[in-house]
Every structure is written in C-alpha cells, then in structure tokens.
C-alpha cells in the first residue's frame, strides 16, 4: 500500500483481556518495527523483525506482550491480560532493507480500563 | 548497544527566532542518524537523516542538521522558527549496516511564541 496501516486507531479494553493490533507495512519494505509512546513521552522499542531473520525482541516489557510477521507482510502485537500500565499509543513503522528510513502507520491508541 | 539522549524536555523560542535542538548518541562505530518530527494528532515524519558524507545534512521545512563526530552530537537547526514548527521532535540512532533497529530519544518538545 501507499503507506503503513495499523488497525484499530482505537482500542478501549477492560483489565485482563487480550488484545490484538494489526500492521500492514509498505509493499516491499523487509523492515518492520514496534514502539510503545506513552503518554507525553519518547518511543520505546519493542520489537524489530528483518526478512527472515530471528525477530530483535529485546524491547518487549514482559511476556505477556509477543508479536509475529508472516514473511514480508502484516504483523499482529500481541498483549495478554493487559494491564492499566499498558495504555499508550503503539506505533508501528517498516523500512527498505539497509536504508534504516522508517515510515510510521499513525498508531493504535490502547485504553485499558 | 546505541543510545541517545536530548538533554531539553521542552523548548519555547518566539516566532522569527532562531532554533537549535541537541541531540548525543552514543554508538561504538558509524551511526545512522535522523530527526524526526511529530506535530500534534499528526504522525512522525521524517525531517533529514544522515548516513555519510557531508557532515551538514539539510531536511524538510527549512531544518538542517550537523553531525559531529567528535562531540558525538547531531543538533537540529532552524535560522528563523514559524508557529507552525511547535511539535515534538525526536531524535534517533540506528546502526550502520543493514537495517536494524533504530534507538530513539526521549523527544523535545517545541513551543512557539507569538
């Protein structure tokens, strides 16, 4: 697609449940990324997937948070029993192999209640 | 492992003033470098990224960057600030070879006065 896709915009959850976030990266980008941007505050690296390579999930906060990619294409971020901590906007960004430029999605903003 | 650090939470300069944002990494070998901007309700966009050559980098809406490798730093630079500048502004340090992850600042935020 023309640009990074990342569903839902909004997300309001109860305290315990799962939920899923979806992102569609730009057709041909090998790069995926994960942030976590808390209110009024910096990106926080969650996850990096490249091709095929083993995932650089040194960024995920606890096990209760995974994320996979399928190949090149969507990736889905993961939270299980989530917790009020979890609020933030999580921003997902995929760039051109070995040019580094990544195109953010404009972010799934997560309430948890 | 790559860090970076923007010593200034927030910023306020006056509208036609002049603009420096500071920006220190720390990275054992050849860095990639990038500022990015997020306005508010808007996404980030990319405003000038470095690689290699020039050390002087130029960017989008008037913004340029100076890599200095013996200071470590990558500051922002704007000669004359307009109100539609206030954003956040993120600066990022991403490895050399191949795309890795990249590693970002805290932000600096920007507000313009009148």
């Known amino acids: 697609g023309a640009g990074v896709s990342q569903s839902p915009s909004n997300k309001v959850t109860e305290k315990g449940k799962d939920v899923e976030l979806r992102c569609d990266p730009i057709s041909g980008h090998t790069a995926l990324y994960w942030y976590r941007q808390r209110l009024g505050q910096g990106l926080e690296f969650l996850i990096y997937f490249q091709g095929n390579s083993a995932p650089d999930k040194s960024g995920l906060p606890s096990d209760r948070f995974s994320a996979e990619r399928t190949g090149e294409s969507v990736s889905t971020l993961t939270i299980q029993r989530t917790q009020q901590e979890d609020s933030a906007v999580y921003l997902c960004?995929?760039?051109?192999?070995?040019?580094?430029?990544?195109?953010f999605g404009a972010g799934s903003r997560l309430t948890v209640l | 492992a790559q860090s970076v650090t923007q010593p200034d939470i927030h910023i306020t300069v006056s509208e036609g003033a002049s603009l420096e944002l500071r920006c220190n990494y720390s990275y054992g070998a050849t860095p990639y470098l990038f500022w990015y901007v997020q306005s508010p309700g808007q996404g980030l966009q990319l405003l000038l990224k470095?690689?290699?050559?020039?050390?002087l980098v130029q960017g989008i809406k008037g913004f340029e960057a100076e890599f200095k490798r013996s200071q470590s730093s990558f500051n922002l630079r704007k000669p004359s600030v307009h109100w539609s500048d206030a954003a956040e502004y993120f600066c990022?340090?991403?490895?050399?070879?191949?795309?890795?992850?990249?590693?970002f600042g805290q932000g600096t935020r920007l507000t313009i006065n009148p």
């Open positions: 960004a995929s760039s051109p192999s070995r040019m580094n430029v990544l195109t």
């Open positions: 990022a340090v991403g490895e050399a070879r191949g795309a890795q992850k990249l590693v």
């Open positions: 470095y690689f290699s050559g020039d050390t």
